[in-house]
């Protein structure tokens, strides 16, 4: 079977070697056979209960062989599957549901019963897919809730005809301003990224991936994508500390990692054993940049390993790669173009800049997504014609090709190397995640305890960015400047994940600084941070 749906990539693998095992967690095992059989009955299941075409399908668990099914089950259904990350708060989780319109949620007992306020704004919701048993309470009388054994027993009469163009998946991605926004990833964005990535990752049917990162990340969600493509194994894990990670390394004999540069940055500080150049191949990094430091540490202590540095696009799954015998001579390159893409440096007048020049990196071809769900002005800002002339684009074609448009300035050196510069929007990354200014400042206005904020990331050696916010007491607030700082810091703990926590909370009396047009000014509040040394007006978040 020729994979051009998503699911294909599983059924296909099954009809070549339906013994070999697909997923791995613990002492448990799931091989392409039954994997194939298990995502076939959760389609029918949600057929059954009235799942449309492009029907939406929250999934919020941790990692285990239900998301993976319940994933590629709504793709074969012909739905779009809403992976969530399981570190969110049900504030967070309730917002994508509702702005997803989800029709049905995948989740377990425990994590629905923390839902209760939130999911009542959610009208769309139908339907619950519970992973263990459900308390009477556990949802609201509107909601249908299902054991998981029960859908899959429904029986495998298909789903909705669907063709590799249609959506079918919805990534929520954090921008500079609002909440998260949803991005719309057809059948052919996920089944060419899996070709394209494990084409220059040389992935093999005998490769061993280890699911580090959250399958809400579309590289996390990459390593079932690229294994499914070759027939491989992934082994999911949900850890703790960085040790966990290099166990898990060891004891699986993985031979491909992929992670975030913070996640590295903590794992070169552990010795890892010479046996593990025995089986580990590859490993790679996406998300930012690796400093230098760590990537010379981790290449003494693997010196068998290749080295991948990465960068990619939420909105286009991936973009580039550096291929790890360019690392020695441009390890601050970000490379070139995947396979099946291309990768434009463009002025703002729409030229092609020339090697050396700065200019924006936008994207082209089978990898660029169906845009925002729900939002065209953001869409229309991000995904945009690509002018006349441009790349591969004839000036005869009569109909526009649509591209990305990253933000992200960069430059092309004169072999055609790619190398970062700067963001152009005040998206904070951090550990990894892309968090919201405005998300942050939303919740902290929603404590009640400020009068104004603004937040920003400030340069951090190992993370990327320090969450810092700068606030003013409400004039309903009580106490000196520790106790109210203190308390803040309590309501952030309780209302955002822990990658959203700032580590520096500022407050002061008065007014915060404003641009011309009224807007608080976070650019001047990011200098003025900067230029403080010893700050004791400060207080960091323990």
Not at 42 to 53: E, M, N
Not at 343 to 351: N, T
Not at 403 to 423: H, P, Q, W
Request: with cysteine; hydrophobic share 45%; aromatic share 6%.
């Amino acid at each position: 079977m020729h994979a051009h749906l998503l699911h294909h990539l599983i059924f296909s693998a099954a009809a070549r070697t339906p013994q070999a095992i697909a997923l791995r967690m613990g002492n448990a095992e799931l091989d392409y056979q039954h994997l194939a059989a298990a995502v076939a009955a959760f389609g029918g299941g949600l057929h059954r209960l009235g799942l449309a075409r492009g029907d939406r399908v929250a999934v919020w668990l941790d990692k285990r062989f239900e998301t993976v099914i319940a994933c590629f089950g709504t793709a074969a259904a012909g739905g779009a599957f809403v992976p969530i990350n399981p570190v969110l708060k049900p504030a967070q989780v309730g917002h994508i549901l509702a702005d997803s319109g989800a029709h049905t949620l995948v989740t377990n007992p425990e994590r629905l019963s923390g839902l209760a306020g939130d999911i009542k704004t959610c009208p769309g919701l139908r339907h619950v897919a519970l992973i263990g048993d459900a308390p009477q309470d556990a949802a609201p009388r509107a909601l249908a809730l299902h054991a998981w054994n029960e859908i899959l027993a429904a029986g495998t009469d298909g789903g909705h005809r669907v063709i590799d163009a249609d959506m079918t998946a919805i990534l929520y991605t954090s921008g500079s301003t609002g909440r998260p926004k949803g991005v719309m990833l057809s059948h052919r964005n996920m089944v060419a990224g899996a070709q394209s990535v494990a084409h220059y990752l040389e992935n093999r049917a005998d490769d061993v991936l280890l699911a580090a990162l959250p399958l809400s990340f579309d590289a996390g969600f990459s390593q079932l994508t690229t294994a499914f493509a070759v027939g491989a194994r992934v082994v999911l894990l949900n850890y703790l500390l960085p040790r966990d990670v290099l166990k898990a390394v060891q004891r699986e004999r993985v031979t491909g990692l992929t992670a975030v540069p913070p996640l590295w940055i903590q794992l070169a500080q552990l010795t890892w054993p010479a046996a593990t150049g025995e089986h580990l191949r590859y490993f790679a990094s996406t998300g930012g940049r690796m400093p230098r430091t760590i990537l010379e540490r981790l290449r003494t202590q693997l010196p068998a390993a290749r080295p991948y540095l990465m960068y990619g696009l939420t909105e286009a799954f991936r973009a580039t790669y550096l291929p790890p015998e360019e690392i020695e001579r441009r390890p601050d390159s970000i490379g070139k173009a995947i396979p099946n893409a291309e990768v434009l440096v463009l002025r703002e007048d729409g030229g092609e800049c020339a090697p050396g020049e700065p200019g924006e990196l936008v994207q082209r071809g089978a990898l660029v997504g169906l845009g925002y769900w729900n939002d065209p002005e953001k869409t229309a800002e991000r995904y945009k014609p690509l002018p006349a002339s441009v790349g591969g684009r004839a000036a005869q074609a009569p109909l526009p090709e649509i591209a990305v448009f990253s933000g992200d300035t960069v430059r092309r050196d004169e072999d055609g190397f790619l190398y970062f510069i700067a963001r152009r929007d005040e998206t904070i990354k951090t550990s990894g995640y892309r968090v919201s200014p405005t998300e942050i400042e939303e919740i902290l206005y929603a404590t009640g305890l400020v009068g104004e904020c603004a937040a920003f990331g400030m340069p951090h050696e190992t993370l990327g960015h320090d969450i810092a916010v700068i606030v003013t007491p409400s004039s309903a607030n009580i106490g000196d400047d520790a106790t109210f700082v203190a308390t803040l810091a309590a309501q952030c703990r309780l209302r955002m994940p822990a990658y959203m926590v700032p580590a520096r909370i500022e407050s002061r009396s008065g007014t915060l600084p404003r641009t011309p047009n009224g807007k608080i000014d976070r650019k001047a509040l990011f200098v003025e941070m900067w230029k403080m040394d010893g700050r004791d007006a400060a207080v960091r978040v323990k």
